[in-house]
């Protein structure tokens, strides 16, 4: 089950919910998580405050276990975290990538899951990073690119 908290990013909240039940179902992902849309204000201050870089980003994830096997009972419900996506550097992303908006959200998704599930990046080269790899191969197996 997930949440979705956005008071003010005008996201198509329907086409949301239908691409995350896609990518839940894709993943067989039965885990609880949240997603919030902020602004780049708030995510500043997430980003200096948690990773020491005083500047906006496009996304942030807080996994639960965040590295740690957390053991689950079958059966159990198990948290993943919350992602943090801030709409305005979405929006600077898919217009300097040259996707559209929707395109960029749903790879956000992808990228802040995979987070959630305990894979990680130390760059951003899609070439080479297993987790960029893997989030792009999802985003072309759900036929979203």
Do not use: C
């Not at 200096?48 to 980003?57: A, I, L, N």
């Not at 740690?68 to 419900?77: K, R």
């Amino acid at each position: 089950m997930y949440y979705v908290e956005d008071e003010n990013s005008a996201i198509d909240k329907e086409k949301l919910e239908k691409d995350i039940d896609a990518l839940l179902s894709y993943l067989e992902e039965t885990g609880d998580f949240s997603i919030h849309f902020i602004s780049d204000d708030e995510m500043r201050v997430l980003n200096r405050d948690f990773r020491e870089k005083d500047e906006p980003t496009d996304i942030l994830s807080f996994a639960i276990n965040d590295g740690e096997t957390f053991p689950f009972e079958e059966g159990e419900e198990k948290d993943l975290g919350d992602i943090f996506i801030s709409v305005e550097s979405m929006r600077r992303n898919a217009s300097s990538f040259g996707v559209s908006d929707g395109e960029e959200l749903r790879r956000l998704l992808v990228h802040g899951l995979l987070h959630l599930r305990g894979m990680d990046h130390e760059t951003n080269d899609f070439a080479s990073e297993p987790m960029l790899i893997e989030q792009e191969r999802i985003m072309h197996a759900l036929g979203w690119v």
